[in-house]
């Protein structure tokens, strides 16, 4: 005789329930996935340690080297003879003002 064309209730079935079953999958890979970020993100906000001694040590003579440097500059600065008269390197292309 001829073949049933619809399949039998078993078959159907079993189809049924691999789609809810790759549906349900999806969903918790999915899941899963979106919560990995939030959860990496909270593993470092912990309080910071804050520097170590090395870095302390290293920012303390850093310290102490722009301060050196500052009264280097300075005590230069003092150096310098003040100026006895204004220098005007434009002086000779100017005219002179009329009175």
């Known amino acids: 005789m001829y073949a049933p064309l619809t399949p039998p209730p078993t078959v159907q079935r079993d189809e049924k329930n691999r789609r809810a079953l790759r549906l349900f999958s999806i969903a918790v890979v999915t899941a899963v996935l979106l919560m990995q970020t939030p959860y990496a993100q909270a593993q470092h906000m912990s309080a910071p340690a804050?520097?170590?001694?090395?870095e302390k040590a290293k920012a303390q003579e850093k310290r102490a080297l722009e301060k050196?440097?500052?009264e280097a500059y300075k005590s230069t600065l003092k150096q310098i003879p003040e100026a006895k008269q204004k220098v005007d390197p434009?002086?000779?292309?100017?005219t002179p003002p009329q009175k």
Do not use: A
């Open 90 to 94: 434009w002086g000779s292309m100017r």
């Open 68 to 70: 050196d440097t500052d």
């Open 50 to 54: 804050g520097p170590s001694e090395k």
